[in-house]
């Protein structure tokens, strides 16, 4: 998944940028060796293990077992009440976006219950999903069970994800055109990044990642991102109207200030500096200026990064209520939780999400449990 995203909640210390570099780091060894040594060391260890990590997640990634004998789905078996949804979603509505990056066409449990829980809670919106793998000219989705299953929801979309149109007319246009970007490590995130904060520019609505499960409806939340946690923001979620200045201003910060070689400097570091500059302040807190909300943590981020195992601990239905009644989205930070199992059914956070935002993909997670046990007998 990709996703995208989500979630791009640590950031390293700032290198210099790698293709400018190599003549100045010549200069040095010559006059400085054993320092200039030291840091050639210290500069190729974090590029692999940069590159191994993205290695072993995205090869992880494809390799999730779906445990499905069929990719159709019957919906009335599993969406047996129809969304409320009047004639075709309202353009007024704002249309909510998720986009994955990467050439991945076998979504996920988590994949599949993001695009759910959003069409269940914005039954008036289009739940548009931009994937890069989906061939333009082939109008037909590949056979795999989440596509038959979101296809029972008329209010979603799977279209596909096509870049260089995505960028015309927008300072990023010639950024993404420019090949060497293209082998960064964190490539993917960074090409995540770049999506939002147009698709914010040029059609306004709501962005999410493809981590999030949705409680509430989103639409009232304009012009708004949220807080992850102390001093930073992220851009997981997103909610803005058409060719607001704020997103324009992170278009241009993005080339202006760019740099690949840095988790999150073109995610969550973009978005914080920018709202710094936006509102004149040194510290992020929950506030609102100049027409930009930046949200408490609560409310698209109830559970912190660094506390991601709670979603598998065992949780009470009331301990439930309580912790979640002023949260609209809950962030499940894929990229940490991705390869930690999750019984079904169970009393885990995760789980009780599942079963209530998006209860068509946890039918089919509980009979790909039930399948899997009886293989295994």
């Avoid at 040194?282 to 660094?306: D, F, N, R």
């Amino acid at each position: 998944m990709m996703a995208v995203s989500g979630e791009q909640a640590l950031a390293g210390e700032r290198m210099l940028k790698m293709p400018s570099c190599f003549l100045k780091l010549t200069r040095v060894v010559l006059s400085h060796k054993p320092w200039a040594l030291f840091f050639l060391i210290f500069v190729f260890i974090s590029f692999a293990y940069h590159k191994l990590y993205w290695g072993i997640w995205e090869d992880s990634e494809n390799k999730v077992p779906t445990y499905s004998l069929s990719a159709e789905i019957g919906c009335t078996h599993y969406v047996p009440s129809p969304l409320n949804v009047v004639g075709e979603p309202s353009p007024s509505a704002g249309n909510v976006f998720f986009v994955e990056t990467s050439e991945q066409t076998a979504p996920s449990y988590l994949f599949s219950c993001s695009i759910e829980s959003a069409a269940r809670t914005h039954p008036a919106s289009r739940v548009v999903v931009l994937m890069k793998g989906l061939a333009k000219e082939n109008a037909s989705l590949p056979k795999h069970w989440a596509f038959s299953l979101l296809r029972c929801f008329p209010n979603v979309e799977i279209r596909p994800l096509d870049l260089t149109e995505l960028f015309s007319g927008t300072p990023l246009a010639q950024w993404y055109l420019q090949p060497q970007w293209h082998q960064e490590p964190h490539f993917l995130a960074v090409l995540s990044d770049a999506c939002r904060i147009v698709l914010m520019w040029k059609f306004g609505g709501i962005y999410l990642d493809t981590d999030f499960i949705v409680l509430k409806n989103l639409q009232n939340l304009t012009n708004a991102l949220g807080i992850q946690d102390h001093n930073v923001l992220n851009g997981a979620f997103l909610s803005f109207k058409p060719k607001h200045k704020f997103m324009e201003l992170c278009m241009q910060d993005f080339v202006e200030d760019y740099n690949g070689w840095v988790w999150g400097h073109q995610g969550p570091e973009l978005l914080t500096r920018v709202f710094k500059k936006w509102c004149s302040i040194h510290t992020i807190k929950s506030m609102s200026c100049q027409g930009v909300s930046a949200l408490a943590p609560e409310v698209v981020y109830p559970i912190p990064w660094q506390n991601w195992k709670k979603l598998f601990e065992a949780i009470s239905a009331s301990e439930l209520h309580n912790l979640l009644k002023n949260t609209y989205a809950v962030h499940i930070w894929n990229k940490l939780s991705h390869g930690t199992k999750l019984e079904i059914p169970s009393q885990a956070l995760l789980a009780q999400l599942y079963s209530q935002f998006c209860p068509a993909t946890y039918a089919k997670m509980k009979q790909d449990s039930e399948q899997l046990s009886k293989h295994a007998v």
